[in-house]
């Protein structure tokens, strides 16, 4: 290697300080911004929920979003804003383990106003100790792997004679590819799909990103870019904070056959830190422009706007115009309203994760006091669930996340606020709906925890979609477009129609001993579809009540529950 | 007629069995169900299968009404000829006007010791405290045989739908068991109090099985019956898993009559009883 001039003496820094930390996470979120389709692709599971890539993405945009004004020269410092950053903005399982490592980090560099190399490596090993920590049952094969490789890999360059920052973290990130690479040979799961853990590769993106801003110029030699990334990333994290931010930007856009690839671009032209998903029912759009009503105007064009917040990021000053242009189904909001009317009994209140309108309509009618929007594309961050059980008028609260990938997000609710919150685990919607079902006002909130777990341990949970490409999985083979059932978050039944599907479901689940089948209708069913489907079970199951719901959810056109 | 000590009064929400009304000389005033402009006594002019048919029917559902102050003058006037007193044990004023009714019943045979009731309760409850008290030695000790169990006076009941009890507007208002668009079977129960939701599992099936539950947290009972609305099949299903847990206790099979078949629709099944 060449001697250093002064100018490039940030390239092969001796030690990390808050400024090289912060300037190295832009890099990351740029990097990652990149290779954001690339991670959500990696999806494992024949349904339509790749969205690994945009959760860590939107957690580790929330991690960066505190730091950007912050000229702090303390690593303390900027990793603490980054940890609470991404801990409000934590979003989906794989969001929710990276804020853990955010977390782990900041508090093992607490006090600190830079890192050695040999510090650095011991903070990298202690933001994979404290994921492991804020998981359960931690699984191997997954982000968690992945982070651990990258702590030992970095404690083993540490201890190198002439270790450096750069050493560090180039062997971290050879650890964190080796560890992905290795994902599927631990999880049969991924091994069957023939793909990597996508949580593990988001987070080998980070610190390759994180590494690129470190060592701009050897990183090129190590990484191979994807073919996805289109502009430098290294340059772009450059670019990244300069400019003025102008107004976040941020709003739904409910509407139908909307082409989210134009949308897309035409929105990203308009500012940057362009964060735009969804599908062609309903987009959520985060943007950073100048010009605001500019957005707007040209959205509202499109459909129905909601939850539409714009910030002005110089002046910190929020303007919130929710609720200002409700969106097609509005049904559900009065009954909320008349809930909330009356005090109850023990004091306590629920919040749910709900999607769709029928659903949160459901729960709301059935005593919920504040719906999140949210579910299977698009998981509610920690904030967004913060942000519910604050606004309900009870200390105690408890929080539904109705979803297996929400679960660990609303887990991080508790600590956040000074209310005494409950999480009930539930993985599905018709779960949320029993447990909800089971609460009862004239009960403390222990006693209604147990009797709303054991509420959603007795309904069983068939979940109807199309297989999004062909699969094997949990040992039942798939084609794209196939009709597959999952019961209980596991791939049970695959066919060419619903009522077949179904109906095999629940003969899997054994329909002795049940009495009520409640089909809740998702937006994409089609009248013929539920008649198909109620007649085939109506005709299978005389025994049984067959009841049908609006449930309105995206993406499964039936959700079925079986008590 | 040899004049007894004491004789007991009670109304038709009791659902006195009729062996029980034989064998203590028991008065039963009864209550109106009003279907539109018709007016029925209740258990008088109308059977049980006659109201329930004439429920299924009905546009709009019948109200009902306590009986008067009168017609309660009107019975402890004929019996002051045959008894030295009376305990007139009635439907809680809690849920009815008709403990205001026997009161002022009463005032208006000055001389005659009347000794009103309010049972906070409704159904079989009262029918084993007007049996209790028929047993007892004198009317002191029939009061006080009755005064002294109130507190311990329970009905559980699961409904089939909510509708009935919703319109009749006797149980504590719970925004969140009215708003549901979701249909569910609500588990209810009263203590002296307002009827107070307890439960509302989804199938019939479970809803027995918590109709059961709950009343197994409130064991030991001195007394209990299961009553029910057009559901004698289920009645006996739970009287004999009942049975089966307490060997030692009689346990009633009783039918609700029209007044409270008006509040709690048909498919009702009740079980009520005094706690030890």
Redesign the interface.
Known sequence: MKTESSTSSRMRPEVVDGQLFKQALLGSLSWLTSNQEEVNRLNVFPVPDGDTGTNMLLTLQSAVEDIRESEAREISKIAALAAHGSLMGARGNSGVILSQIFRGFAKHVQGKQQLTPAELADALEEAANAAYRAVIKPTEGTILTVAREIGKAAKAAAAESNATVNSVIRAAVRAAKAATDNTPTQLAILREAGVVDAGGYGLQVILEGFLRTVEASDADQLLKAPAAAKAGPAQAALELPEEGWGYCTEFLIEGGDMDVEKIREEIAAMGNSALIVGDPDLIRVHVHTNEPTKVLAYASGIGNLTKTKVDDMSKQHRVILQGATPGQNGASAP?AE??A??PRQNGVGLVAVAAGSGLS??F????TDAVVEGGQTMNPSTQDMLKAVESVPYQEVFLLPNNANVILAAGQVPELTKKRVHIVPTRTMPQG??AV??F???RPAEANQAAMEEAAK?VQTIEVTHAVRDSRAEGVRVKKGDVIALINDKLKHSGQDYGEVVSDAVRGIGPDGY??I?VYRGREAKDADLSQLTEALQRDFPNLEV?V?DGGQQHYPFIVSV? | MARSRFRVVTDSTADLPEAWRKQYGIEVVPLRVHFGNETYKDGVDLTNKEFFEKLAAAAELPKTSAPSPGDFAEVYERLRKECDGVVSIHLGSNLSATVESARLGAQAVAGFPVEVVDTRSVTMAMAFLCQIAAQAADLDSAVAACEERLDRLAVLALLDTLRYLQMGGRIR?????V??????KPVVKLEGGPI???????????GLKSLLEHFRADLPVERVGVMHAQAPADAERVREELQKELPDVPIEIGVTGAVLGTHTGPGAVGLCYIRK
């Open positions: 009954k008349a809930a009317a009356q309509g459901i709301k009618g059935l005593g709906i029993a079902v089971a009862n006002v004239g007795q009495e009520l409640t009841e719901q008590e | 208002k719970v925004e969140y068991w708003g549901s668009v979701l249909d569910f107070e939701p307890i439960d509302r599992p989804r199938t019939r099936a479970r």
